[in-house]
C-alpha cells in the first residue's frame, strides 16, 4: 500500500514538472509571437509613415510648383487675364490638381502675394539684425531689397499694380502684407533715436518709404513699360549695386545718419 501511495505520488509529480515545462514553452512561444507580431506593426506603421510623408511631399512640391508658375501668370498677364488652363499647361498638370491647392483664383493670388513678400521681409529682416552700425545694417538692407526685387520682378510688377487698387479685399491684404515692413522701419527709427545715430530733425519716414519704395518698383517694373529702348543690362549686378548705392546716397536727405 504504501509503495503503491508513492509510486502515485511520483507519478504525480512527474506529471506536474510536465505540465508546468508545457507551460512554460507556451509563454516563451507566447512571448515570441508578441515580439513578431510588434516588429510587424512597427514595420507596417513605419511604411504607412513614409508613405503619408511621401504624399505630403509630393504635395507641397506641386504647390510650390504652382505658386511659381502662378507669378509668372500674374505677373505677365495681370489678375484678370490669368487662368488656371494656363498654370496647369504650363506645369503639365490638370487643372483639377491647381484648384485641389487653390479652390479660387484669389486664394491663389493672394498667397502668391504672401510667399514673395515674405521672403522679401525676412530678407530685409536678416541685413537689419546683422552686424555692424546701424547705417551699415541700412545700407546693407537697401543692398538686398534692390537685389531681391531684381532676382524676383514680381514683387515690383505687383506693388506697382496693387498699391492703388480699389478693391477693399486686396487693399486690406496689400495693408496686411506692409505692416510687417512698416514695423522693421519703426524699429530702425527707434534704434536710431536711442543710439542717437540718426538727425531728428531730418528723418522722415513717409518720405524715405516712398523714394524707398517708388525708386525700386519703377526701374524694374516700370522704366522697360515706359522707355522705347532699355539696355539689356539694366539689372545686371553692376547696375544693381549702382541702383542701391544712389538710393543709399540719397538717404541722407530723409533720415540723416549721424557718424557713429
Not at 549686378?237 to 538717404?251: H, P, S, W
Amino acid at each position: 500500500m504504501k509503495a503503491t501511495k508513492k509510486k502515485v505520488t511520483v507519478k504525480k509529480t512527474a506529471s506536474s514538472k510536465i505540465v508546468s515545462k508545457d507551460k512554460s514553452i507556451s509563454k516563451k512561444r507566447a512571448a515570441a509571437k508578441k515580439k513578431i507580431v510588434r516588429r510587424k506593426l512597427a514595420t507596417d506603421n513605419s511604411k504607412t509613415v513614409t508613405k503619408v510623408d511621401g504624399k505630403r511631399l509630393k504635395g507641397s512640391r506641386t504647390r510650390a510648383r504652382i505658386l511659381a508658375s502662378a507669378e509668372r501668370q500674374f505677373m505677365l498677364n495681370g489678375y484678370e487675364k490669368a487662368r488656371f488652363e494656363d498654370i496647369a499647361k504650363e506645369l503639365d498638370i490638370v487643372p483639377s490638381a491647381v484648384v485641389y491647392h487653390f479652390p479660387d483664383k484669389r486664394s491663389l493670388y493672394f498667397a502668391v502675394l504672401e510667399d514673395v513678400f515674405s521672403d522679401l521681409f525676412n530678407a530685409l529682416k536678416r541685413a537689419l539684425a546683422g552686424s555692424g552700425t546701424l547705417q551699415e545694417r541700412f545700407e546693407s538692407m537697401v543692398v538686398r531689397a534692390v537685389e531681391c526685387a531684381t532676382d524676383r520682378p514680381a514683387t515690383a510688377f505687383f506693388i506697382l499694380r496693387e498699391a492703388g487698387s480699389i478693391d477693399e479685399d486686396m487693399k486690406t491684404e496689400m495693408q496686411r502684407i506692409a505692416m510687417p515692413f512698416l514695423e522693421l522701419l519703426q524699429i530702425m527709427y527707434e534704434e536710431g533715436l536711442q543710439s542717437r545715430s540718426i538727425d531728428t530733425a531730418k528723418i522722415n519716414p513717409l518720405h524715405f518709404l516712398s523714394f524707398f519704395t517708388g525708386t525700386i518698383c519703377f526701374y524694374i517694373a516700370a522704366t522697360p513699360q515706359l522707355a522705347e529702348k532699355v539696355p539689356d543690362n539694366h539689372t545686371s549686378k553692376e547696375q544693381v549695386r549702382l541702383l542701391a548705392q544712389m538710393i543709399i546716397n540719397a538717404t541722407d536727405a530723409f533720415i540723416g545718419f549721424v557718424n557713429e
